[in-house]
T-cell receptor, first 109, second 114 residues
Framework: KNEVEQSPQNLTAQEGEFITINCSYSVGISALHWLQQHPGGGIVSLFMLSSGKKKHGRLIATINIQEKHSSLHITASHPRDSAVYICAVRSQAGTALIFGKGTTLSVSS | DTAVSQTPKYLVTQMGNDKSIKCEQNLGHDTMYWYKQDSKKFLKIMFSYNNKELIINETVPNRFSPKSPDKAHLNLHINSLELGDSAVYFC?????????????FGPGTRLTVL
């Protein structure tokens, strides 16, 4: 079992829909990251958080440390949001990131 | 200005060859990483260097040898390439090696071994 589990694995949506991607992890962490990888392949960091909630534009990330769970929300989704969203954690003892297997989001107009 | 750059972007080579991938960051960060993304898009750490010193060396064949000439560069040399080495390799950097530090990724190098 992977230390970082994401759901769903694949997600399709119509433009304008509210999207939620979930991430659960099994280790104590110092930080949780949400990353975006577009079809062209580059990886961009969306959020890094250790508690509470962060918002950037239409994207919102929340984390519940006690439940070892995080969610990434996209409001008013758009076709340009189509990408793979990856949850990753840095464990308290570790240095590098441990990744989930990603959620492939496809938004159609 | 590109924060983390990798060369080459694509690398196609024959089995048994030796090849290198270069990575440079201009962010002034102390820590650099190499990650491998397999055909199922799963990312996994290979190596991490902090101020030119190796701090993580995951279970990677010793055909893979990282080299950090200075803290802005972390190159990956691969000997005797095998079919299973085909993957996308990402370099990344962060301000420090511990705790709450954002990582910045390079564009990736797609390695295809024939």
């Amino acid at each position: 079992k992977n230390e970082v589990e994401q759901s769903p694995q694949n997600l399709t949506a119509q433009e304008g829909e509210f999207i939620t991607i979930n991430c659960s992890y099994s280790v104590g962490i110092s930080a949780l990251h949400w990353l975006q990888q577009h079809p062209g392949g580059g990886i961009v960091s969306l959020f890094m958080l250790s508690s509470g909630k962060k918002k950037h534009g239409r994207l919102i990330a929340t984390i519940n440390i006690q439940e070892k769970h995080s969610s990434l929300h996209i409001t008013a989704s758009h076709p340009r949001d189509s990408a793979v969203y990856i949850c990753a954690v840095r464990s308290q003892a570790g240095t590098a990131l441990i990744f989930g297997k990603g959620t492939t989001l496809s938004v159609s107009s | 200005d590109t924060a983390v750059s990798q060369t080459p972007k694509y690398l196609v080579t024959q089995m048994g060859n030796d090849k290198s991938i270069k990575c440079e960051q201009n962010l002034g960060h102390d820590t650099m990483y190499w990650y491998k993304q397999d055909s199922k898009k799963f990312l996994k750490i290979m190596f991490s260097y902090n101020n030119k010193e190796l701090i993580i060396n995951e279970t990677v064949p010793n055909r893979f040898s990282p080299k950090s000439p200075d803290k802005a560069h972390l190159n990956l040399h691969i000997n005797s390439l095998e079919l299973g080495d085909s993957a996308v390799y990402f370099c990344a950097s962060s301000q420090a090696s511990s705790g709450y530090n954002e990582q910045f990724f390079g564009p990736g190098t797609r390695l295809t071994v024939l």
